[in-house]
């Protein structure tokens, strides 16, 4: 029983900070029809700028953080202006954009690295006070990190479902040229769009370098896969189901790493996503796009 | 001066492994349109089963410090055989995922997150793999009777290593240059369209994932003999995204591309950076390596997407002309002048048989239904074709028309009802295979293979070649050259009849809209349909061209062939059609001939009502 | 009508309009003009051109020759979302809702370019005039019969008051019923409260019966044009459904 609390207590950390990823990575999907596996790169990005306000600028943890979510939204905003965009308009088969974006992905990831070096960082703060609770033990940043998700994942619902952007951002989404036709400029929906998701991206990176505490420029490489699985089991471009699949996932990986092989706790993802791709890739639930 | 022999050798064993590698990817992407995301499992694959076949039982070889199964201590060659076949098999899981109803992109993610997944089990996976440790001591070939480490051995193993990747070029040669490559390419271009004529799409890119895995495999096996390691850092998925970068540097669709690429990207970013000095960041210089490979992907995809070498476009007419220029446009339509067709003998060509005077049906269905999403399209529509007939179906917008050919086809499975062809029930059969047996459609849409020459497009679609096959195309030119010989000259005989010959070796994409519904109809001919079923065929055609098809398909109705054809330019129907069967919401709502049909209350109400 | 849902039409005059894909026009030089008042209904067989031709006037599809105007103001190749903002509103033939998207918000969408408090009271308006769709503000635009569909359409595009309705075969998949309703009461009733309606439609008969001036369409090119009344008795009208000459010209 103590392993099942304290994997679940696990897995809610990890769920939070894989439905922050998820919303933003899924957003995307959803209202461009971009599979943006440069995601990482750019989680990872920001986390590094975080770390840098944080520990060397010596801004405040929360100053700081807003430093990183800018870099996400700010990097994401130029990827889509610059590179999505321009090869969108070329109507080009949707694995180039899919290559592109695992080019994308080694330039921002390696660019980083080459910047920082392949060495480690971590973050030298306490992990603040123990608290237990139902027989689950959380640190106060794990608290912390759990609020932020539960507060992001409440304005994001606010957001689609009671903002004219949010709306305008679903409308796009199920039908562009209907958007357009009702007057929503969806040029400019799609650039909100990017600069909302990159936002979380931003945010994402952050928290997973904090909850890990230990990273280093290649450290979210493999969390796309994680991603990946969270989102296709929600339906891709679900935001809704995002928030369910991470937390599916989440769970999911902590539970098989308190019951059998922690090194293994990854491959339950991977199985659920290439079960999800193999026999239902529109999601356990949708049978087409939506948010 | 001995250092600079060493580095040459392996430079050498580099050079093939990787030219290998991107041969193979090659084949699968730039030929049968197969993002291989995972291509590296296969390779490593290969490679940790050769190491595994020459070493000796782990208990007993060097201590047991290093765990692994099999150890079956075995003599070159059998290593390498062995990784070949286990790269093979290897795909066969593989094949679920690329089925034809995936999106590329995502059949592609499920491949790349295969590669992360393997990756990470074996890191963690002792007993079978030793783990992150990876293998060591991995005897090189024949190492107790000649020394590894002399240069003439070196030498000797990249001979070999080169003299494979030779003989791996002029296989895959072999199997793109014949009919097979063809019909790979033909599915690149559509799947679907390449389904309906009949290629069986699954077992292609089954045997092409196949294909690929042995080759990887081997290059796999020759790499760890070289370099007797075998560590699970070194096969991560990126390493795909090299070979990938590779083959858009080199050029998707051609071989010396692929090898191009491989001598450029892999090998030559590997070496290049060995001349750097090192730097206070050691981790400097791989690292810009990765971004040169990621901007590398970026830029050529943006400047040059069909890399150094593009796709060659294949010549078959024999003439040496320069391909002519089209003018776009449904104007430039009403000029083509159907040639000679007066003078074609259909049967002959199109290898009809059967009585002329036959009218017993010969395709009919039975209450078919069709639901998308609770919404029911056609609903419980009962139609006999008669042989030797051109059968019209009409009807007003979402009448169902285009559903109801799609489930005679096979295209779509009908929600309920049954299909009956030449007596059997059909209903379940796939489209290839009904394609097959003698129903050939066509589509609404632009449907061409645009990669493909317009005679390549209509040879490709000629059934029973004997070259269409991976075995036939591995017993080489010799064994079908000639008969594709013949197919060519049946195709061109085909094309001069349309008036469409100096177009012969025009990528068929770039044609006008009138002249890709031409191809597209002298493709599904070439067939050899029983019954062939038009979809809108005269869409977007000039109503001069419209005419002058509508004689050639009276003519090829007199002739003995079956056509049920959906149309909606009733001025055709009057012309050339009888029976014309009239649906309307889903429903038959009349039949009979187009004088008959416009005396009806009914249809004329369809029509003008609703 | 008791609610005032369109503002006074502008016209609509499209001049020489070539248009289609991929620099392949599908409609050639067309003329066509619709005014306050007035339904101008297109009619014509499958694949003549109508729906592209509609297509290009409201800017979905490239104008490749000639220009089209709204009350005097040149509209052609606007993006459009300028057109939709300049008044006049489309409804497509297919895709006419947001199917994940609940009736309300449908209605919000079509109301994008309205001040926010405008909102609220515009939807109460376009209540009025379909109240079949107040039982089902929450329900999902997906999950609507043909007929609620067709409704919420055109709901969405009187949200912003459209001067000008361009309505693609707007009874298509309706039950003959519902679709003389919505032709008859309607569509013609737009017209009479001074907004210009331009409509292309299937039903050939019915859409004479509530035009004003109607164009027959065929291979792309108007072959036919005149009052209702004319069209009728005209043989060239029936054979360009049925066939017998009008598609050679």
């Known amino acids: 029983m103590s392993v099942f609390l304290s994997s679940l207590g696990f897995g809610l950390i990890s769920a939070a900070v894989l439905a922050i990823a998820t919303v933003g990575f899924t957003l995307q999907f959803a209202v461009t029809n971009v599979l943006n596996l440069a995601y990482g790169s750019v989680m990872i990005n920001s986390a590094f700028v975080t770390y840098y306000l944080n520990v060397h600028a010596h801004l405040n943890a929360w100053v700081a953080m807003v430093g990183g979510i800018a870099t996400g939204a700010v990097a994401s905003y130029l990827l889509n202006r610059f590179v999505f965009t321009p090869f969108q308009r070329r109507n080009l088969l949707p694995i180039t954009i899919v290559i592109v974006a695992l080019g994308v992905d080694l330039c921002g990831t390696f660019g980083l690295q080459a910047i920082v070096g392949g060495s480690y960082f971590s973050y030298r703060q306490s992990l603040g006070r123990e608290l237990h609770f139902w027989g689950m033990y959380f640190s106060t940043l794990q608290l912390t990190i759990i609020g932020i998700c539960l507060v992001v994942m409440g304005l994001i619902h606010w957001l689609l479902k009671h903002t004219r952007l949010g709306k305008a951002m679903r409308a796009t989404s199920a039908n562009p040229s209907l958007a357009r036709n009702s007057g929503v400029r969806t040029g400019h929906v799609i650039s909100m769009t990017w600069l909302i998701s990159g936002a979380l991206c931003g945010l994402a990176g952050t928290v997973f370098a904090m909850n890990t505490g230990v990273f280093e420029a290649t450290s979210a490489q493999l969390y796309i896969v994680l991603m990946l699985a969270a989102m296709f089991l929600g339906g891709p471009g679900e935001a809704y189901g995002a928030m369910l699949g991470a937390l599916t996932i989440g769970v999911a990986t902590e539970l098989s790493a308190g019951f059998f092989n922690p090194q293994y706790k990854e491959v339950i993802a991977f199985v659920v996503l290439l079960a999800m791709l193999t026999f239902r890739p529109y999601g356990l639930f949708g049978s087409e796009k939506t948010i | 001066m001995s250092a600079i022999l060493f580095y040459l050798a392996t430079l050498i064993v580099y050079g093939a492994v990787d030219s290998m590698a991107c041969l193979a990817l090659n084949v699968q992407f730039g030929f049968a349109g197969l993002s291989n995301f995972g291509f590296i499992i296969f390779q490593a694959g290969g490679a940790y089963v050769a190491a595994i076949l020459s070493m000796g039982n782990w208990h007993k070889s060097n201590g047991g410090f290093q765990q692994y199964v099999l150890g079956w201590h075995l003599v070159w060659p059998l290593p390498w055989i062995g990784a070949a076949l286990f790269g093979g098999l290897l795909a066969i899981p593989f094949t679920l995922l690329v089925g034809k109803r995936l999106r590329g992109d995502f059949a592609a993610v499920g491949l790349l997150v295969s590669a992360v997944l393997l990756n990470q089990l074996v890191n963690n996976f002792v007993p079978l793999f030793n783990g992150a440790a990876g293998i060591s001591i991995v005897p090189a070939p024949f190492q107790g009777k000649w020394d590894p480490q002399g240069l003439g051995y070196q030498f000797a193993y990249g001979g070999v290593a080169v003299v494979l990747c030779v003989l791996v070029y002029f296989l895959l040669r072999r199997v793109t240059e014949s009919p097979y490559g063809r019909s790979l390419r033909a599915m690149r271009d559509n799947d679907v369209v390449a389904d309906a004529l009949g290629k069986n799409v699954q077992v292609q890119r089954t045997s092409m994932l196949i294909l690929g895995g042995m080759i990887a495999g081997l290059s796999g096996a020759i790499l760890v003999g070289f370099i007797n390691l075998w560590s699970p850092g070194a096969w991560g998925y990126a390493e795909t995204i090299v070979l990938f970068a590779a083959i858009i540097v080199g050029g998707a669709g051609n071989h010396k591309g692929a090898v191009l690429g491989a001598l450029l990207v892999p090998l030559g970013f590997e070496e290049a950076t060995r001349f750097i000095p090192p730097l206070s960041n050691p981790a400097l210089v791989p690292a810009l390596e990765w971004v040169a490979i990621g901007l590398l992907i970026i830029l050529f995809l943006w400047f040059r997407p069909d890399g150094i070498l593009p796709e060659r476009r294949r010549i078959l007419s024999g003439s040496k002309s320069v391909p002519v220029t089209t003018p776009p446009g449904v104007e430039s339509d009403s000029l083509i002048n159907l040639g000679n067709l007066d003078q074609m003998d259909f049967r002959q060509l199109l290898r009809i048989e059967g009585d002329t005077n036959d009218h017993g049906t010969i395709l009919s269905c039975t209450n078919l239904t069709r639901a998308f999403h609770g919404v029911t399209v056609v609903s419980d529509v009962s139609i006999e074709v008669q042989r030797g007939r051109l059968t019209g179906l009409i009807g007003p917008n979402g009448a169902g028309k285009s559903t109801t050919l799609a489930m005679l086809a096979g295209t779509l499975a009908p929600t309920s009802g049954t299909i009956h062809y030449e007596g059997r029930d059909i209903t379940s059969m796939p489209s290839n295979e009904r394609a097959k047996s003698g129903m050939v459609r066509t589509f609404q849409l632009a449907s061409e293979f645009k990669k493909l020459t317009v005679l390549e497009n209509l040879v490709s679609a000629i059934p029973r070649q004997s070259g269409d096959s991976l075995p036939g195309a591995l017993r080489g030119r010799r064994f079908w050259g000639r008969e594709d010989g013949e197919n060519i000259e049946r195709a061109k005989e085909m094309l001069e009849g349309f008036g469409l010959s100096q177009y012969a070796d025009n990528y068929a994409g770039g044609l006008s809209g009138g002249q890709r519904r031409l191809v597209e109809i002298m493709r599904a001919l070439l067939a050899e349909p029983k019954v062939l079923l038009l979809d809108e065929p005269m869409a977007g055609v000039h109503p001069n061209l419209a005419h002058k098809i509508g004689d050639q398909l009276m003519a090829l109705v007199k002739s003995g062939m079956t056509i049920l054809m959906v149309e909606h330019e009733l001025s055709i129907m009057d012309a050339f059609c009888d029976p014309v069967i009239v649906l309307a919401e889903g429903r038959v709502l009349a039949q009979g001939t187009m004088s008959e049909l416009r005396a009806m209350k009914e249809v004329v109400e369809a029509y003008l009502v609703g | ?249």
């Open chain 3, 1 to 249: 009508m008791s609610v005032e849902l369109s503002t006074p039409g502008q016209v609509l005059r499209a001049t020489g309009v070539s248009a289609g894909y991929d620099g392949r026009a599908i409609v050639q030089e067309i003329d066509v003009e619709a005014t306050p008042g007035k339904v101008v209904s297109v009619v014509g067989p499958n694949g003549s051109g109508k729906s592209t031709l509609l297509k290009a006037l409201v800017g979905v599809v490239p104008v490749l020759g000639g220009t089209v105007s709204v009350g005097g103001t040149e509209i052609t190749n606007l993006p459009p979302e300028r057109i939709a903002k300049l008044g006049v509103g489309y409804v497509p033939q297919i895709d006419d809702v947001f199917p994940p998207l609940s009736v309300k918000e449908n209605l919000e969408i079509g109301g994008y370019l309205l001040a926010r408090h405008d909102v609220a009271p515009r939807i109460e308006a376009v209540l009025e005039f379909f109240p079949r769709l107040k039982t089902m503000m929450t329900r999902k635009a997906g999950k609507l019969s043909g007929g609620e569909r067709k409704m919420l359409a055109m709901g969405r595009v009187l949200m912003l008051s459209p001067s000008v309705l361009v309505l693609d075969e707007p009874t298509a998949n309706l039950a003959p019923l519902v679709a003389t309703q919505l032709l008859e009461e309607y569509i013609r009733g737009f017209a009479d409260h001074g907004s210009t309606v331009l409509l292309v439609e299937q039903r050939a008969k019915a859409a004479l019966r509530i035009s004003d001036w109607t164009c027959v369409l065929s291979g792309g090119r108007v072959v036919l044009s005149g009052a209702p009344r004319d069209l009728e008795n005209n043989p060239v009208f029936v054979e360009s459904f049925l066939g017998g000459g009008a598609a050679r010209h």
